[in-house]
């Protein structure tokens, strides 16, 4: 029934009475028959799971009228219920409001005007819609009403206060206190609780795990205290029933996540918006072809809006309209090429995932900010360095570096010398085993920071836990916040005065850390499918964003490390190596010690010549590391004239096999002793280039 019809008249209320009545009994009869809930009442129920309900202090229900009082009880029966507020300051704080509500109720829905607490006007769900930004926040007279009578028992509280960081500052801000604010999570969880009687395809407030199986358990597992939901009455009542057809359409048939929703959904808003800025009445029979191929189009443009998706998938929520009620909504013709005309106000580079894309290896701190922020982060409390260290190691996700399992790292049964660190990576839905060597300085440090905050846990919780870095709401285990460490590593960069590389304060986020583990795996000449698979992308052409032209292997960067002079194991210089770039999937050239290899190497090619770079025909000298190969010649040295003398023994023994085999060796490495030789020789003849320039194709990233 609708919530209007409800409300104003006495079988709708008589209904919602009978309704609450109903779900109280289902639970036990005796909710609904005792009016104080003592310990034992409480106990015997098996679904109640909260133990803070003492003996002395039971939840009384007395002098408050019938239908708030129904609403109070099942509003109880449902905090009892959730495992996350089987807490003791959780039940404490709201015995005020109680209190209040016993002895001031009626004369509060009296000034209100209604009958019931779920009638009280509620700026988050108002019944006929809201135009603009969607508010939040609690009812402000209901908050003030009760501030009265808490003065009267508690005159000195005072407000809360919470430091932040905003531009580069700390500051402190003063919040109501929470044990006065939770008059508003009655009010709301009452509005709330009564749109769960309606049936699913006419509520206005959908809860997720309504809408979302286990298979989420994850995003289960961050709604700490509050679930949550999806509101439908901050659109206008004639654009409510297009957009839950559309959504609920969309998540049956697995096309929405639950961390898509929210804001899927709010991108409608823009049209809500547009149509009451251009209508008067607006309505469904008000939207035509040039309404929306043109004028929303013109509409977005001026207002800035970002991307393309506030306009498509609002297409898309027009078209399911217009095939669930065809009498009602008009078919339209409009192609989704109308996005063409949205102007780019997002990326520098293009619009959406390709420029995000296209940008994402600027994004990517310096070695200097990495330094700063590993001193930094040192101070940050537990266990923001350990989450650090695990996310900048493995270039995790945020939330896949935070959401970590406790038992996330064994050893590796086919060798001792390695461990492997399994998580989940939600974007892709795939598990990513990554093998950490333990002589290896950065992956011992992943291991020994695993293994220390394990430690730390059992001595906390006295057991192992589901997360690595559990968070626990009642006896609800969840895991701690990106948000929450994001927020204290800040704070340290501001005590420690971290800047960022054009010399402002640095604004930690988490995600450019990705961007610099990807772009460290470019410089040290990863392919496009490893780094894909570390990262977890979807395809490769996000890995490609940290090969392509922001690497070392663009011209710029090349010349600045090898002066312009590459040369062939010849000694013939190849001024076609800084040109040589990622061209759509394939890499051109790919850094290898001590220069260059311009062998072709698309994903899954391997080398052939088995890393004997110095006689390779692809390989490519640096010119910078001549101290290097001099090295390498005096090795290839020594290592000629023990060949040479193990051969003389072989061949006196004749063992003709084995000094077959050391004959060859001998020979290869002689010849690698002539193209190092070529090499140096070539790097310090004064400037001077010998051999001939190779006019080998240039490539570019505009060839086609």
Request: glycine fraction near 6%.
């Amino acid at each position: 029934m609708d919530l209007e019809l409800i409300s104003n008249n006495k079988e709708g209320a008589d209904l919602y009475l009978t309704q609450m009545e109903a779900r109280l009994n289902a639970i036990s009869p005796a909710l609904v028959q005792e009016n104080i809930w003592s310990k034992t009442l409480l106990e015997e129920i098996p679904c109640f799971v909260n133990e803070y309900i003492a003996a002395r202090s039971p939840i009384s229900f007395v002098g408050i009228p019938e239908t708030p009082s129904l609403e109070l009880k099942l509003y109880w029966a449902n905090l009892l219920s959730d495992p996350r507020m089987n807490s003791q300051s959780i039940v404490q704080r709201r015995r005020l409001p109680m209190s209040w509500l016993m002895e001031c109720c009626e004369n509060t829905l009296q000034k209100f005007e209604v009958t019931c607490i779920a009638d009280i006007p509620h700026p988050e769900f108002p019944l006929k819609g809201s135009i603009g930004p969607s508010k939040k926040g609690h009812n402000k007279d209901l908050i003030a009403s009760f501030i009265l009578f808490d003065k009267k028992q508690n005159p000195n509280r005072s407000k809360v206060k919470i430091n932040y960081t905003k531009s580069g500052e700390l500051q402190e801000k003063e919040y109501t206190s929470p044990n006065i604010t939770v008059v508003g999570d009655f009010h709301k969880k009452i509005i709330i609780q009564r749109e769960q009687f309606q049936s699913l395809r006419k509520r206005n407030v959908l809860l997720l795990d309504d809408l979302y199986s286990e298979y989420h358990v994850r995003y289960k597992d961050l709604q700490k205290q509050k679930s949550s939901y999806v509101n439908l009455f901050q659109f206008p009542e004639w654009l409510r029933d297009a957009v839950r057809e559309h959504i609920l359409d969309k998540i049956s048939h697995d096309e929405l996540g639950p961390k898509t929703l929210p804001g899927y959904v709010g991108r409608f808003k823009h049209f809500s918006n547009f149509m009451h800025e251009t209508f008067e009445r607006p309505s469904p029979s008000s939207i035509t072809d040039v309404l929306i191929g043109d004028m929303f189009v013109d509409w977005g443009n001026a207002k800035g809006l970002y991307g393309r998706n506030w306009y498509t998938d609002t297409l898309a929520m027009l078209a399911t309209a217009a095939r669930k009620w065809p009498d009602i909504w008009p078919g339209l013709t409009v192609s989704a090429r109308s996005s063409k005309k949205i102007k780019n106000v997002h990326y520098k580079e293009g619009l959406g995932r390709l420029g995000y894309a296209q940008e994402g290896g600027g994004r990517a701190y310096s070695q200097r900010i990495v330094d700063e922020l590993y001193s930094a982060v040192k101070h940050a409390p537990s266990p923001t360095p350990c989450v650090f260290t695990l996310i900048m190691g493995a270039g995790m996700r945020s939330e896949d570096g935070h959401a970590i399992l406790f038992d996330c790292l064994d050893e590796d049964p086919n060798d001792a010398d390695f461990m492997l660190l399994t998580f989940w990576q939600s974007k892709v839905s795939k598990w990513n085993v990554k093998p950490l060597h333990k002589n290896n300085k950065d992956h011992a440090q992943i291991i020994n920071a695993i293994e220390e905050q394990r430690s730390a846990v059992i001595k906390r919780h006295g057991k192992k836990t589901k997360y690595l870095f559990p968070v626990f709401n009642g006896t609800h285990e969840s895991f701690t916040s990106p948000t929450y460490t994001m927020g204290e590593i800040k704070k340290q960069c501001v005590s420690a005065g971290v800047l960022s590389d054009d010399g402002s304060p640095l604004s930690f986020s988490w995600h450019p850390l990705r961007h610099t583990k990807g772009t460290s795996m470019a410089k040290d000449g990863h392919d496009i499918l490893s780094i894909m698979m570390e990262l977890g992308h979807a395809s490769p052409d996000m890995a490609t964003v940290y090969i392509n032209n922001r690497l070392e292997l663009k011209k710029k960067a090349l010349l600045q490390n090898g002066g312009g002079r590459f040369y062939t194991i010849e000694g013939e210089v190849d001024e076609s190596v800084a040109n040589l770039l990622v061209r759509k999937g394939q890499i051109r050239a790919t850094r290898v010690c001590g220069g260059a290899c311009t062998m072709p190497a698309q994903i899954g090619d391997w080398c052939e010549h088995a890393n004997a770079c110095y006689t390779c025909k692809h390989y490519r000298a640096d010119a910078k590391d001549v101290d290097f190969f001099k090295n390498e010649k005096g090795a290839v040295i020594n290592l000629i004239e023990e060949q040479q003398e193990e051969l003389v023994a072989l061949q006196e023994n004749q063992q003709s096999r084995m000094s077959e085999i050391t004959g060859r060796r001998l020979a290869k490495n002689k010849e690698i002793y002539k193209r190092l030789n070529d090499i140096v020789s070539s790097i310090e003849a004064d400037g001077q280039y010998q051999g001939r320039e190779q006019q080998a194709r240039k490539t570019s990233l505009e060839d086609k």
